[in-house]
């Protein structure tokens, strides 16, 4: 039976090197798995999902596989979805479509929560959905569970603006709860302009 899977972490927890380690896993085993992601997400290409360690591979957009006759999606033993956060109510409805007519599993990684600490559309409904929720965890400076992302520039922690600003660790960092709304990024941070 499949299930829907909704894997989260903050900024930095490793959400994409696990999706595209899952992908391998599948092709390694002879088995056909898709690796999809919401257009939103720009920063590595309109057709690649990139990690932080420099794994990538080829990928297509949600809204490509929104637009698949079933059929189609037959073909694969499984569906990935990196920036999972990004999707909104009906391409989450999409997904449990695929799992639950289809039978086929679909595994989404993302975030959790903006800069803010307010939940994603996509996130939302995933926790409101997924068969399987699992954290992937990472740690903040201090060394506690870092479960919030911090949004930074030159002058500290930005608390207002939009949800969605693409970056990476440039623009945010991962923080345990206290030190987000504390703004403190570490005795050892540097900024990185």
């Known amino acids: 039976m499949a299930k829907l899977f909704f894997r989260y972490g903050a900024m930095g927890s490793s959400k994409t090197a696990n999706a595209l380690m899952v992908e391998y896993n599948y092709r390694e085993r002879g088995k056909k798995a898709v690796l999809a992601k919401p ?3 720009t920063r590595d290409g309109r057709n690649i999902i990139s990690s932080r360690i420099g794994l990538s591979s080829p990928c297509i957009l949600v809204e490509e596989l929104e637009q698949m006759p079933d059929e189609k ?3 694969y ?27 086929i599993p679909v ?12 939940l994603f559309e996509g996130s939302m409904w995933l926790l409101a959905w997924a ?8 740690v903040c400076w201090c060394g506690k569970a ?5 949004r ?11 949800q969605v600003v693409l970056g990476g660790n440039s623009s945010y960092i991962a923080l345990c709860r206290k030190h987000l709304r504390e703004g403190n ?7 990185e302009f």
Not at 84 to 102: G, M, P, R, W
Not at 146 to 150: E, F, H, I, L, R
Not at 185 to 191: A, K, T, W
């Open 152 to 162: 930074y520039d030159k002058n500290g922690i930005i608390r207002k603006g939009s």
């Open 39 to 41: 257009k939103t997400d």
């Open 73 to 75: 999606i037959k073909g």
């Open 77 to 103: 033993d499984c569906v990935i979805v990196d920036e999972a956060q990004f999707c909104n109510k009906s391409q989450i409805e999409l997904f449990v479509h695929i799992v639950d007519d289809l039978n």
């Open 185 to 191: 990024l570490g005795p050892d941070f540097s900024y």
């Open 131 to 138: 068969d399987v929720i699992e954290e992937i965890k990472t």
């Open 146 to 150: 870092a479960k919030c992302n911090a």
């Open 107 to 118: 595994i989404c990684y993302g975030l959790r929560a903006d800069f803010k600490n307010e």
